[in-house]
């Protein structure tokens, strides 16, 4: 799975603290209760996000759960002023919502160091949807205020593993995602973009240190894996995690391997990372730093997140004006009353209306937005009219990123791909 918004995947469960050293394994501690384990709990790990409640997975319990720490404003105007750039939107309403050491990387930034970012895709679908590009814009704005090189990892070797695709497609797949992701506007001079299939050799090295430390036990404490699991899937965890580590990509940092590394990613990849962060100081590398997305959620609601696999769940990046139209007019759901007069006397329940929670990521000017969300809780906007409002948004988006996905050719694909120098 990628570091990044994917599809519902299937993995996790409690944290295993305890690695062995590079020489010496040991077996996976004694399991916390994993979220997700209690009859009302939320679902949240690489492969189910899901919940019982209307409004969604309650982030904050996911915290605790998960052991990270929230983004505060402190946090966030550290970043404003270490970059000089205002914090992105999604960081100030709460989207990117929680991290690992993002002190870490301020510090370095803020002495003069150099960082790198590392996010990526799993290709399992010709067309990428919202809920994909949003780590990739997030990259975007994150590569643009620290002037860092990013590596995105495309995994095709692990959509083999869990899909019933031919490796050949996967393969295929992956270069036509890439084309999405180069449509968000990185920068060509700081980016490389892999396939596992093309690179893992380079990283085999790192792979094979982590797969050394890390015991059966653990790896099946983590993600669930049974018996029945082919054994790519169990080995897959170090390939995800190698990229982590800048002695990966000696194309770029040469022979430093203690440059520090950003993962943005959505929450349910934290799994891969606690293993990594674990394994990290005994191969005497940095542990990685993340910062953690809520999930975009399915049109129907906030108990899911949008599925490649449910066209209905999904706007996605190839469809036209009029299909967003129809989507988000049939399948939003709205948490407006259920006659005019109870609207205009309650107002709207913003906590599960979809095309507000949409609007929220995407309409970009916060005056509008919070004029919006006034007049619909007040009562005096109706659902159609926010509808009306979403789509106002998400088709000129949309047809943006087309445009620009246009433009990119198989020679620039080519050249992102390409192991090169980076300007770093």
């Given amino acids: 799975p990628a570091v990044w918004e994917r599809e519902p995947c299937a993995r996790c469960t409690p944290r295993a603290d305890a690695m062995a050293t590079e020489e010496t394994t040991v077996a996976a501690p004694a399991a916390a209760p994993a979220p997700g384990t209690g009859e009302d709990e939320d679902v949240v790990d690489p492969f189910n996000v899901s919940s019982k409640s209307k409004t969604g997975i309650d982030y904050a319990k ?127 001079t700081r980016t490389f973009i892999f396939s596992d299939l093309d690179y893992v050799g380079t990283m085999y090295p790192n792979i094979v240190r982590i797969q050394k430390l890390t015991t059966y036990s653990t790896v099946k404490a983590i993600f669930g894996f049974s018996d029945s699991d082919n054994i790519g899937k169990h080995a897959f965890p170090a390939i995800q995690a190698a990229p982590s580590f800048s002695s990966s990509f000696t194309h770029i940092f040469g022979q430093d391997q203690r440059v520090p590394c950003l993962i943005p990613c959505a929450i349910d990849q934290d799994p891969y990372f606690r293993l990594t962060r674990d394994a990290a100081p005994k191969l005497g590398f940095l542990k990685p730093a993340l910062i953690h997305s809520k999930f975009f959620p399915a049109l129907q609601g906030f108990d899911t997140k949008m599925s490649a696999s449910d066209e209905s769940s999904a706007i996605y990046v190839t469809d036209t004006a009029k299909q967003i139209k129809d989507k988000v007019n049939k399948y939003a759901f709205s948490g407006g009353r259920d006659t005019f007069e109870e609207h205009r006397r309650l107002g709207a329940n913003i906590e599960v209306d979809v095309p507000y929670a949409y609007l929220s990521f995407f309409e970009f000017d916060d005056a509008k937005l919070a004029h919006i969300k006034a007049e619909y809780v007040a009562g005096r906007m109706l659902t159609g009219e926010i509808k009306a409002e979403l789509i106002k948004v998400l088709q000129p988006l949309v047809a943006t990123h087309q445009r620009a996905r246009a433009a990119v050719t198989d020679d620039v694909v080519k050249t992102f791909m390409s192991v090169r120098k980076l300007d770093y």
């Fill in 62 to 188: 996911l915290i605790v759960k998960f052991g990270s720490s929230a983004i505060t404003e402190d946090i966030i105007s550290r970043l404003e002023r270490i970059t000089n750039t205002r914090a992105h939107p999604w960081i100030r309403r709460g989207v990117f919502f929680s991290h690992r050491d993002l002190g870490m990387i301020l510090d370095t930034v803020e002495r003069g160091g150099k960082v790198y970012l590392y996010t990526g895709r799993g290709p399992s679908s010709e067309s990428l949807h919202l809920g994909h590009l949003v780590p990739f814009m997030f990259t975007k704005w994150l590569q643009d205020a620290f002037k860092c090189p990013l590596v995105v990892q495309l995994t095709d070797d692990e959509k083999f593993l869990w899909k019933d695709i031919p490796l050949q497609e996967t393969y295929r797949l992956a270069r036509e995602n890439c084309k999405d992701i180069v449509a968000c506007g990185f920068d060509i």
